[in-house]
């Protein structure tokens, strides 16, 4: 654990800290891997490997050809139809580029 000096008020302060106790600002740190697994899963921006897009990234969700496939096999096939509906629902929380749509993205 080291000191550093806070960018609003100089005071020291944690490495480890994720604000100022004197002032209250947030401490940001100049890489996301130093904060940890879990700040990087957080991490609001990403780059494409297709497109070249850095920035917000989009979720996979439910389009209008999934919802015909999944109406299609619950008609005609139940059983098949709820597990296509299962592994879409598994899929919908992965993130995606916002302009191209692809699942290949690198969180920065």
Sequence with gaps: MALIKCPECQAEVSDKAPQCIKCGAPLVLSNIEERGW?????????????CGYTGKPARVGW???????????????????IIYIIWRDGQAGQLCCRKCKNKQIVKI
């Design 63 to 81: 389009d209008f050809s999934s919802l015909l496939i999944a109406i299609i096999l619950l008609l005609c096939f139940i059983i098949p139809g």
């Design 38 to 50: 879990f700040q990087k899963q957080l991490s609001p921006k990403i780059r494409c490997t297709s």
